[in-house]
């Protein structure tokens, strides 16, 4: 009787354990099952979600033999779901945060590099170190911890008199996971409400659907691209009258400079202001709006866009493209007789994809003669791209006094790019000289990690960035004013959404140069001047080319 006691005791001290043990496990298996793929989700309301898998997943284990090797399998397979949906999700925070939309591995896997080198840029080597460590760290725990909860259930083992019930309540809770995804998917029309929510299944029968769509999107996009209206016409280009074009493009200038009240005083006084010196110089504008195929980063979709007439929204569809035979505008100017070319500060390692594009020639940072100080991610600032733009490829010079065929070229500034700091001023452009006179502003400020510890304070040095980007391209404009070249200025995209505040994805697209040319797009019904009309409806970006052939070229054809 005495040996026997202690091991009743501790029998019986075990069961509160076991049932807290169970409890514990029950709450992280419902905690994962209901974490959102959005910030703004994160809310006490969340928690209130009761999820239809949970359920379905201790009826399941509850009814496992504890020792058997399909049990350990089937919690391999359940583990991993919910750590590569767990993954998914913060990956969906990521691009929604930075992009606006969630994360697709079929197009979007190189941003896992990007985003590295920009936390690289952003918060420092150090941080972004400790950064990645403590999160991976956090998943093995995460898998380690639901490891032992699986392993709690699946212990507990079920008695004959209840598995009858447990497979009851294991196939209930399977047709109600059923229902809820299926109606919610439009699978059918049930409408009767389920007590909770098939939030997880709902999610990755989700993924599975947008990395089919992804697939069959490629594939209509490679179509697409095979056709082309322009490519009989014979006479493109032909009304610029052999006139330099300048395709400018302001890193982060968006509808938000207009629209936020952080942003627009600043921007709009700036606009308001060369538009008066430009317009007493004789030179015509244009503005209107354009609708960017994404928003946060990653300008070359918005630069492939508007060069190909394609919706390149993505990086699949990126890579679709560089593997086509389309035409961009820069093919067909080459075929007018332009010199082609491309200015990427932003440039500072091979870039292979510059071929498809039909550049005469591209140059890159280290090309452009910069010998002062990087501000930051920024290798350079505006003022000495255009300056060096001039003096490579438009000015005379001893090697080329002539330069009889006129330019089209695309530069990609980026001095309004993120951590938009440090910020020069507009300084005499003849004062320029190999850059090194930047250097009294490159550590003038402070660091982004001081900066990007308050967002207060990261959008107000975004509006200086785009304030000093929108000086220098209108300063540019104005030097060049006695004999203008086209110059065709245009936001990439708009910033983050936690900077725009603007839920949309327009940009600003001003048109200007001698006013012969100017007028050539007077049917485009766009606003006179440098502040385009809110109410004017945007294009969207992959519009452009066409509608510049169409203004520019004689005998059209489609």
Do not use: C
């Amino acid at each position: 009787m005495n040996d026997n006691a202690p091991t009743l005791t501790a029998r019986k001290a075990s069961k509160p354990r076991i049932a807290i043990g169970l409890l514990l496990s029950a709450l992280v298996l419902n905690l994962v099952l209901i974490t959102p793929n959005q910030t703004r989700a994160f809310t006490w309301d969340a928690l209130q979600m009761v999820p239809l898998e949970l359920p379905f997943i201790l009826f399941a284990l509850w009814l496992m033999p504890a020792q058997a090797r399909f049990t350990r399998i089937a919690r391999v397979v359940l583990v991993t779901w919910l750590m590569l949906l767990t993954v998914a999700r913060l990956a969906d925070i990521g691009t929604f945060i930075a992009f606006d939309r969630g994360f697709n591995i079929v197009v979007d896997w190189n941003l896992i590099t990007a985003g590295f080198l920009t936390l690289l840029a952003t918060i420092g080597s150090l941080s972004t170190l400790l950064a990645v460590l403590g999160l991976t760290l956090a998943l093995v725990a995460l898998a380690y911890v639901l490891w032992l909860a699986t392993g709690a259930w699946a212990k507990l083992g079920v008695s004959p008199a209840w598995r009858r019930a447990a497979t009851a309540g294991l196939v209930g809770s399977l047709i109600l996971v059923v229902t809820d995804t299926s109606y919610a998917l439009q699978r059918w029309g049930w409408g009767a409400p389920t007590p909770g929510d098939a939030y997880s299944t709902r999610q990755t029968v989700g993924y599975v659907q947008q990395w089919v769509s992804a697939f069959k999107g490629l594939r209509q996009f490679n179509l697409m691209a095979s056709l082309d209206p322009f490519a009989k016409n014979q006479q493109r280009l032909s009304k610029l009258d052999h006139r330099d074009v300048l395709i400018i493009f302001i890193e982060s200038y968006g509808r938000s400079s207009f629209q936020n009240p952080l942003y627009a005083p600043t921007h709009i006084n700036t606009l308001t202001k060369a538009q008066k010196s430009l317009n007493d110089k004789g030179v015509a504008m244009r503005s209107g709006w354009l609708s960017a195929p994404m928003v946060g980063g990653q300008s070359w979709l918005s630069h492939s866009t508007l060069a190909s007439g394609l919706w390149v929204s993505d990086q699949g569809r990126y890579r679709a493209l560089m593997q086509s035979q389309r035409q961009t505008l820069f093919h067909y100017a080459q075929q007018a007789g332009f010199r082609t070319a491309a200015i990427m500060p932003g440039i500072r390692m091979a870039w292979p994809e510059g071929e498809f594009y039909g550049f005469d020639a591209i140059y890159d940072a280290d090309m452009l003669g910069y010998k002062g100080l990087p501000f930051n991610w920024v290798t350079m600032p505006d003022q000495f791209t255009l300056k060096a733009m001039d003096r490579l490829i438009r000015q005379p010079s001893k090697t080329k006094p002539l330069r009889d065929a006129p330019l089209f070229a695309q530069i990609a500034l980026i001095s309004s790019h993120a951590p938009w700091l440090p910020i020069p001023p507009v300084i005499d452009w003849d004062a320029i000289g190999d850059g090194q006179i930047f250097n009294q502003w490159a550590n003038s400020a402070e660091t982004p990690e001081q900066v990007w510890s308050d967002q207060d304070r990261v959008r107000d040095q975004f509006r200086q960035a785009v304030d000093y980007s929108l000086q220098t391209v209108f300063s540019y404009a104005e030097q060049h004013a006695d004999d203008p070249p086209l110059i065709i200025i245009v936001g990439d995209h708009e910033p983050a959404r936690f900077v725009s505040q603007n839920p949309n994805k327009t940009v600003a697209m001003h048109v200007l140069g001698p006013p012969e040319l100017v007028a050539r797009i007077n049917d485009w019904g766009w606003t006179d001047g440098l502040i385009p009309d809110e109410a004017l409806t945007p294009w969207r970006m992959d519009t452009f080319r066409d509608e510049f052939l169409h203004a520019f070229s004689d005998g059209v054809t489609q």
